[in-house]
């Protein structure tokens, strides 16, 4: 069970259906989410997320929709580089560990794509891979927006994605 502050002040219990706590979601096509008629200029960016992990993905989602997001979620990296091809994300969410092929590669091929998308890391890893990753990242000539360790805070992620929103808008 997650707790997530609201604009309030009153702490609400998000708990993970079981749906949510699967490895795949059954489906080799990402999951999209439309975003929900809202006032701001992000409304309708796309947030493009990868993580292997269903849940973790859902929770990403599910915050940045609420931010005004168009979001696209993925849990392979060929979902990934599907999705990356037909749509122009605005920002990118990118696990580290996952099977089959590592964030770092695909912050390279990111990099090499010269894409102009806002990354954002979120892995289980130290605070200290992170911020090499993160390192690495710019020197590649990404626009790193932050990195965060799971498990996820939902206030630090929502602070974080508005805070996407405010430069998008600024």
Excluded: N
Excluded at 25 to 48: H, M, R
């Amino acid at each position: 069970m997650f707790e997530h502050q609201d604009e309030r002040g009153v702490v609400l219990p998000f708990v993970l259906r079981d749906e949510d706590r699967t490895q795949g979601s059954g489906s080799d096509a990402p999951t999209e989410v439309p975003t929900p008629p809202v006032a701001g200029e992000a409304v309708g960016a796309t947030f493009l997320i990868i993580d292997d992990e269903p849940a973790i993905g859902r929770l990403i989602q599910r915050v940045a929709v609420g931010c005004g997001y168009s979001v696209t979620m993925t849990t392979t990296a060929d979902q990934f580089m599907d999705a990356l091809a037909a749509k122009d994300p605005a920002v990118i969410v990118l696990d580290l560990a996952m099977p089959g092929v590592d964030g770092v590669e695909l912050l390279r091929f990111l990099g090499a794509s010269k894409c102009k998308a806002q990354i954002l890391i979120v892995s289980g890893f130290d605070s200290r891979v992170l911020e090499t990753t993160a390192e690495l990242g710019s020197a590649l000539g990404l626009r790193m927006a932050g990195t965060l360790e799971k498990p996820l805070r939902i206030a630090e992620l929502r602070a974080l994605i508005e805070a996407l929103v405010e430069r998008r808008i600024s």
